[in-house]
């Protein structure tokens, strides 16, 4: 992979596509990137996108839009919840897409768009929108930063859309502070599993306990149990985090993740 494939998207699977940029930094004299993904899903009659991308990264993501869509419309916008890093370029979408709706747990978006109230279509947790051929389910989001933060799911590929969760950095040097789990340039397509290495206990626990600060509080067994219940329920293929990159391999990501989150609660200071 190359620096030059961000401005394409990745067809993870049939009807599946990872979109979206990577912002960039200095660690050390070393330039890194972070990913800001957002995800395409296409059925026989409707398809959706999964969060929005960074305003930043506009122009890359409607020309990554038309390069996946081949013409047809957009009919579903799924900010999985009200960051800019996932609803950031919900106007310029809404504006761009005349027919999307916007789904997903949108109790609040009227106040920050109040011009597109029209357009907001509550989903919870259980809810499903049949895409032709496929189905996209709305699950709960066992790791989140807000309270109206869902996860998603496509029955076509087996993706799960995990926002926030799973995160990890690579081993390379990391700006001090910063939380976003880092790749080194020309990896930003890679799944995981392309990757030289996969991640550690430790590049997990970095990211999660500085961007979920709740971590550090909350002892997580009965969410990761949670989470396995549903990826019993739901095969998955992929685990799609809007920030890093997409892992191919479930299970350990999912061992290496538990851990994670328990060494972060264990270490609290």
């Not at 020309?63 to 009919?75: I, S, W």
Request: net charge negative.
């Amino acid at each position: 992979m190359t620096a030059n494939d961000m401005e394409h998207p990745r067809a993870v699977a049939d009807g599946a596509h990872w979109l979206g940029g990577c912002l960039s930094a200095n660690a050390q004299g070393h330039e890194v990137h972070y990913h800001v993904s957002t995800y395409l899903v296409v059925g026989v009659k409707a398809a959706i996108l999964v969060d929005t991308g960074d305003p930043a990264h506009l122009a890359t993501v409607l020309a990554q839009l038309d390069e996946a869509l081949g013409g047809r419309r957009l009919d579903y916008i799924f900010p999985t919840h009200p960051e800019i890093p996932h609803a950031g370029n919900l106007p310029a979408l809404l504006e761009r897409y005349p027919e999307a709706t916007v789904v997903g747990d949108v109790r609040d978006y009227f106040m920050h768009y109040p011009e597109h109230a029209d357009r907001f279509s509550p989903r919870g947790a259980g809810d499903r929108i049949d895409l032709g051929g496929r189905e996209f389910m709305f699950f709960p989001a066992h790791i989140r930063d807000l309270s109206n933060t869902l996860w998603g799911y496509d029955s076509g590929s087996g993706m799960l859309f995990v926002s926030d969760g799973f995160s990890f950095i690579h081993d390379i040097p990391q700006p001090d502070g910063e939380d976003e789990p880092a790749h080194l340039p020309g990896q930003c397509r890679s799944l995981s599993s392309e990757m030289p290495h996969p991640p550690t206990v430790e590049q997990a626990a970095y990211g999660t306990g500085r961007a979920l600060y709740w971590t550090k509080f909350v002892e997580v067994s009965t969410a990761f149990g949670n989470i396995e219940r549903l990826l019993a329920e739901h095969p998955t293929r992929w685990i799609c985090p809007a920030h890093g990159n997409v892992i191919d391999d479930v299970e350990g990501m999912l061992k290496t993740s538990l851990a994670a989150h328990r060494k972060v609660f264990e270490e609290r200071s």
